[in-house]
Each structure stands twice: as structure tokens, then as C-alpha cells.
């Protein structure tokens, strides 16, 4: 995980956007691109007077899975329940022609908004019919861009995340030529390559 968090988000960092069951799921079990609908009708967290062109994000180089994990997990409730993340690359958010701007909150200093172009007007004021599908087509650009990280693969990448970081304090007390660094070195990729194998079986 990258350490002491910047205020500017570079284009190779990741995103997770939550995921809910059953909201953002359509009946095959797929993600909809409604997982990344603003919600129009709330006020604009920068404008109250405007209507809200935002999504919440986590900036996963920065916070980690396990964090991401807690996080979303403390959001579920009766009539939401957690299933895992939209993984998004900056760049490719970017490339689409929406924008991000970083916003960390109480419960979340890793948090930012991926920012909507198409939405630029009062509360008092509806999406016409171009600005809906416009809204629409960004949508679904943002979800074909990302991978969808299931709560169990989840799950699993932050145990993996936690194994690599004690197995980086246990190397760091011992010498760089020693054996021992490599054989730990390399623990957390076997892990990896075997999680991806079952995976794919």
C-alpha cells in the first residue's frame, strides 16, 4: 500500500466502488451500471442548490482491502447487502470524460467522487432526455472500463494483503542476502498464483 495520502490521484491508481445486493444487480447476478448512478435527487455535497453529479469512491492504493472491506461492510443494512467492488483504473475513468476529485470523509480518508460532466444543474431542474442517455452511456463506459471483485475474492485479497505485509516486517529484520528474505519474498505471489488458479477452475 502506497503511505501518506495525495491530495492528487494519478492516473495508476485503483477505485472501488461498493457494490449492493440486490440494487446493483440485475437477475443473472450481474453488475447494472446503475451501481454508478448519482443520485440526482440529493443536493450537491459542494452546492446545495445543485443537483448531486457525484459517486463515492475508495482509493484502494491508499486504504487497502481490509479497510475497504470494513468500510463497506459498515454500510449494509436491511435492505442492502454487500457483494463486492467495481475495481476502476484512474486513467481510464479519466478517458471516458468524467473527473475525480479527492474527499476524504469522517469514516473514510481515502475516499474521492468520481465527478459527472452530464449533470450541471439545479435542484429545481430535471435531466432531459439527451442528458439522461448521455448519463446512461457514461455509465455503462465506466462499468465495461472496470472488474467486478467479488466479496469472497475480496476476502481473499486482503488476506493475502495482510500475509505480504507481516511476511515485509519479519524480512525487514533480517539480512538482504540472507535465505531466508527470499523464501519470504516470494510467499505472497505463490499465494497469488494459487488463489488465481482456483479461481479459473
Aim: proline share 3%.
Amino acid at each position: 500500500m502506497r503511505k501518506n495520502v495525495n491530495a492528487v490521484i494519478d492516473d495508476d491508481e485503483r477505485l472501488l466502488r461498493t457494490a449492493f445486493s440486490p440494487m446493483h444487480f440485475n437477475h443473472k447476478g450481474k453488475l447494472r451500471p446503475s451501481c454508478l448512478k448519482p443520485m440526482t435527487k440529493e443536493p450537491d455535497e459542494d452546492d446545495s442548490s445543485r443537483m448531486n453529479n457525484k459517486i463515492s469512491v475508495t482509493r484502494l492504493d491508499y486504504a487497502g482491502w481490509n479497510f475497504c472491506l470494513t468500510h463497506a461492510k459498515s454500510h449494509q443494512s436491511e435492505v442492502k447487502t454487500f457483494k463486492g467492488f467495481l475495481k476502476l483504473l484512474v486513467g481510464k475513468v479519466r478517458s471516458i470524460g468524467t473527473q475525480l476529485q479527492y474527499k476524504p470523509t469522517e469514516d473514510n480518508p481515502f475516499h474521492a467522487n468520481i465527478v459527472f460532466s452530464e449533470i450541471d444543474k439545479s435542484r429545481e431542474d430535471e435531466l432531459d432526455e439527451l442528458e439522461t442517455a448521455s448519463l446512461q452511456a457514461t455509465m455503462r463506459k465506466l462499468l465495461e472500463s472496470g472488474e467486478y471483485v467479488s466479496d469472497e475474492e475480496a476476502e481473499e485479497l486482503s488476506k493475502l494483503e495482510a500475509l505480504e505485509d507481516t511476511e515485509t516486517i519479519e524480512v525487514s529484520s533480517k539480512g538482504i542476502g540472507n535465505k531466508t528474505f527470499q523464501e519470504k519474498r516470494q510467499a505472497p505471489f505463490m499465494k497469488l498464483i494459487d488463489f488465481l488458479n482456483r479461481l479459473l477452475k
